[in-house]
Each structure stands twice: as structure tokens, then as C-alpha cells.
């Protein structure tokens, strides 16, 4: 059995450490396509859509950092509350905290998807020169969600059974908290 949980916990792992490549690959993406799009003004061109692509990469980047982010302890979080109560109301606060935000990240992932699934149903377009597809977005966003909720999911299942979270702590937040 605990082979079993070691092999979960690496894959989880695994999970919110590629969503954070795939976020850093999609800025990588936005840089390439602003550059391009700079080229193709300089030569008297026109790259039809590349704002377009370039905020549907800046969505895609920000749904896909969200778990590394909360892993690496990049979101904001109330510690200077959270430190001044005691261990035993903290735990309590934690549990909500997470609690909630696990709620809430799978009602936007549910309703998420049926968005993305109605597009593609009713095989919707975007308004612009690109004419994407809107399912392709917004099942990034779905995507990037569900990773969110599973991570916020594992961290409240931790509190719960081990008392604490499993963020890493940012120096940032040691700095202006503590």
C-alpha cells in the first residue's frame, strides 16, 4: 500500500511540475509569436490571429501554472493570520481554506468543460481573423483547471490526515510574514 501512495505521489508530482513547463513553453510561445508578429509589421506583412494565438497562450500559461504555482507556495495566502492562531485552529482554517477552494475550483472545472463542450457541440469560431475553434482554448482552460483542483484536492486530503500542507514556503513570504 505504500508503494502505492510513494507511486501517486510522484505522479502527482510529476503532474504539477509538467503544467508549470507547459506554462513556461506557452510564454515561450507568446514571445515567439509577439516577434513574429513584429517581423511580419517591419516587412510590410500581416500575420492574421497572432494576438489572438498570443492571448490564447497567455490563458493556456495561466490555467496551466496555477497548481505549480500553489505547490511552490507562489499564491497568496493569509500566513500572517495563519501563524498568529494556534496549531490546533490553524489545522481547522487550513481545512476550510482548502476545503473551499477545492469546491469552488471543481464547480469552475465542471462548468468549464460543458463551456468547452457546447462549443465544440455547436462547432463555435472565434470572431477575429483566425477563426479557431473555440473548444481548443477553452479546453486548455479545463485542462489547467482540473490539474488546479486536483492539486487543491491532494493538499486538503493532506491536511486532513497529516495535520499540515504540502506548499513549499517562498521566501517572499518568510520575509514580509514573519
Known amino acids: 500500500m505504500t508503494g502505492a501512495l510513494r507511486g501517486l505521489r510522484r505522479f502527482l508530482d510529476f503532474l504539477y511540475l509538467a503544467a508549470g513547463i507547459l506554462a513556461a513553453l506557452c510564454l515561450i510561445a507568446i514571445l515567439l509569436l509577439i516577434v513574429a508578429q513584429m517581423v511580419a509589421r517591419w516587412t510590410g506583412e500581416i500575420f492574421p490571429g497572432a494576438a489572438n494565438y498570443a492571448g490564447y497562450a497567455m490563458a493556456a500559461a495561466s490555467f496551466f501554472a496555477f497548481a505549480n504555482a500553489l505547490n511552490r507556495g507562489s499564491h497568496i495566502r493569509v500566513s500572517l493570520l495563519l501563524n498568529a492562531v494556534p496549531k490546533a485552529f490553524r489545522r481547522v482554517l487550513e481545512i476550510w481554506c482548502f476545503g473551499i477552494a477545492t469546491a469552488v475550483m471543481w464547480y469552475f472545472t465542471y462548468y468549464a468543460y460543458w463551456f468547452a463542450y457546447w462549443s465544440w457541440k455547436f462547432n463555435e469560431v472565434s470572431q477575429a481573423q483566425d477563426a479557431t475553434p473555440m473548444w481548443i482554448p477553452q479546453s486548455v482552460m479545463v485542462i489547467g ?19 499540515d500542507h504540502r506548499i513549499k514556503r517562498d521566501l517572499v513570504d518568510q520575509s514580509f510574514a514573519e
Open 145 to 163: 483547471g482540473c490539474i488546479l483542483a486536483i492539486s487543491l484536492t491532494d493538499h486538503l486530503i493532506h491536511v486532513i490526515f497529516r495535520g
